[in-house]
């Protein structure tokens, strides 16, 4: 069956989160209802939280409906031929005004046999940074399961975990694996498999509104975790006009374009794309119409719409399947 293809913008989905608040409204413009939003999820396939169209002659059809009505059209040919009609990714913004909990993903093996799951593998692009932001990424030094137990029961975990200054533009890479944690003052544009599995370590005691601590996953994350150093922070290029390679990982690849101008894309067919403006705007034009965007916006172009001019002045991440 034939359907209409066009650049595919999405309804947000908004989650409360003990550690959000307000910065997806003032910053990316989402029509946040509660001063503890921590995430819009721009993209999504995960159960319950299906992405609805928002735009043109589809606006109401979810993501589902469409890939299951045109796969290849959507999502590509060597795309549908590796994950059927299964969309592989999630993407999102979150506002962290509080630290988040001290967390892992599992692999594919482990996320499989435990959840019928992906794994999560992610990335982080930090979009705007407070002066004092930090993130947790890894261990400061190799480390083992007895080591990490012992300052996890003494409440002194952090010691022993990575803490880096973040700022705008940084891009953390964060394999299956690696404990980490966003800092408060951050908002980042996150990439992953399409997962909604998270182990918590510890969540510095807090408690919510009603009096009562989150869940944690402590013997859930003793197999999955990596207890060796690791290295997420990327560098990459900024050449203008260009894609500019920041992550080309088996689930994914992201590059960021310094837009000034305008340039001409022309795909292929195998796989869709992603665009998240992570600030100023541009257009996309596409069959003699225009669509625009601005900081905040995420776009989803099909497969099959495989010629068209990006024109702006912007900063866009791009995000496909190799």
Not at 196 to 216: H, M, P, S, V, W
Not at 268 to 285: A, D, L, P, Q
Request: proline fraction near 3%.
């Amino acid at each position: 069956m034939s359907i209409k293809i066009y650049p595919l913008q999405f309804d947000p989905i908004l989650k409360e989160r003990i550690w959000g608040g307000e910065k997806l409204q003032t910053l990316l413009n989402k029509p946040i209802v509660s001063d503890i939003t921590g995430e819009s999820w721009e993209l999504s396939t995960v159960e319950g939280d299906v992405s609805v169209i928002a735009n043109g002659e589809l606006k109401g059809k979810s993501l589902t409906e469409l890939i299951d009505q045109a796969p290849n059209e959507i999502l590509g040919t060597a795309v549908y031929t590796r994950f059927g009609n299964q969309f592989p990714l999630l993407f999102k913004y979150l506002d962290a005004r509080e630290d988040l909990s001290i967390q892992v993903h599992p692999n594919d093996k482990l996320a499989k046999e435990r959840h019928n799951s992906f794994g999560k593998t992610e990335m982080w692009y930090i979009m705007q940074a407070d002066d004092d932001a930090r993130i947790i990424v890894g261990f400061k030094e190799d480390s083992g399961k007895e080591e990490y137990l012992k300052h996890l029961n003494d409440k002194t975990l952090v010691s022993i975990l990575d803490d880096v200054k973040a700022k705008t533009g940084d891009v953390f890479f964060l394999e299956t694996g690696t404990v980490h944690a966003i800092g408060a003052g951050l908002v980042v544009a996150e990439i992953q498999q399409t997962s909604d599995i998270t182990y918590r370590l510890y969540d510095f005691d807090r408690k919510d509104a009603q009096g009562n601590t989150r869940e944690l996953h402590v013997d859930l994350a003793l197999d999955a975790i990596n207890y060796n150093k690791v290295d997420t922070h990327k560098k990459y290029e900024t050449t203008v006009n260009t894609s500019n390679v920041i992550v080309d990982c088996p689930y994914f690849t992201t590059n960021i374009i310094p837009l000034d101008g305008k340039i001409e894309s022309n795909k292929n067919g195998e796989t869709f794309t992603v665009y998240m403006c992570t600030e100023g705007s541009f257009e996309i034009r596409y069959e003699n119409v225009n669509y625009r965007y601005r900081k905040g916006d995420t776009v989803l172009i099909p497969a099959d719409m495989r010629s068209y001019v990006l024109e702006g002045s912007a900063s866009i991440l791009e995000v496909y399947i190799s």
